[in-house]
């Protein structure tokens, strides 16, 4: 119940295209959910991050889309470019849990030219 | 932008060996947390600290593992005895609360 489902777990996608990423969870006590970027040799930085009031964040080119009923949150990421490539990871955090985080297993997008 | 310091960036230690992890949070950062990431897996909790005790800690964070602030700068994760499995990428990472997690660049635990 504490798990985070994430795919694809690589993804390649072609400069200016859409990359979209997606997760499920079960735990209904999550309540923050935030994507994390990782490049090689550093640590997950965070990227975007919605809680579950609202159905659409975005920040430039990224949006994190929500839908609470079936408990599934997809980040997406417009006119993918090169520097984009990295491994993402979703988490989330449940109510009252501090900043315990459960990430999902990560995607590594390639973005090519 | 302020960082979240770790030291060494790798570290090789033999089966059996104790091993110090250091990290030095965000000067006004009250929370602190280690986090681990077996190569090719996902980054999985293990501990956090506040107020100079263990908050939470997963099953991973057994007897071997202990934490410390020793000082007002430094966070150190020690593992006791470390095993072959121990073998991962250690990320340490602080808050000033409830607000994001800021990571460092990890340390990378090779048990040889």
């Known amino acids: 119940q504490q798990q985070v489902k994430q795919s694809p777990q690589s993804l390649i996608v072609q400069k200016g295209g859409i990359s979209i990423i997606n997760c499920a969870y079960e735990n209904t006590a999550f309540d923050y959910f935030p994507w994390y970027q990782q490049f090689p040799g550093k640590g997950p930085a965070l990227l975007i991050a919605?809680?579950?009031?609202?159905s659409e964040k975005k920040e430039g080119r990224f949006t994190i889309s929500f839908n609470k009923s079936a408990k599934q949150f997809s980040l997406h990421i417009m006119d993918s470019q090169p520097g984009d490539s990295a491994t993402y990871f979703c988490a989330a955090r449940s109510t009252g849990g501090g900043n315990k985080l459960t990430f999902g297993t990560g995607t590594q997008l390639k973005v090519e030219l | 932008e302020p960082e979240v310091t770790q030291t060494p960036s790798h570290q090789v230690t033999q089966m059996g060996q104790e091993v110090i992890l250091r990290c030095v949070p965000i000067s006004n950062h009250l929370y602190f947390y280690w986090y681990r990431q077996i190569l090719g897996q996902k980054v999985e909790f293990l501990v956090s600290f506040y107020n100079n005790e263990i908050s939470e800690k997963s099953e991973i964070f057994d007897d071997q593992f202990s934490v410390e602030r020793p000082d007002g700068s430094n966070f150190t994760l020690k593992i006791r005895s470390t095993k072959l499995e121990d073998s991962a990428m250690y990320f340490c990472?602080?808050?000033?609360?409830?607000?994001?997690?800021?990571f460092g660049n990890g340390t990378r635990l090779t048990v040889t």
């Open positions: 990472a602080s808050t000033v609360g409830n607000s994001p997690l800021h």
């Open positions: 919605i809680r579950p009031d609202v």
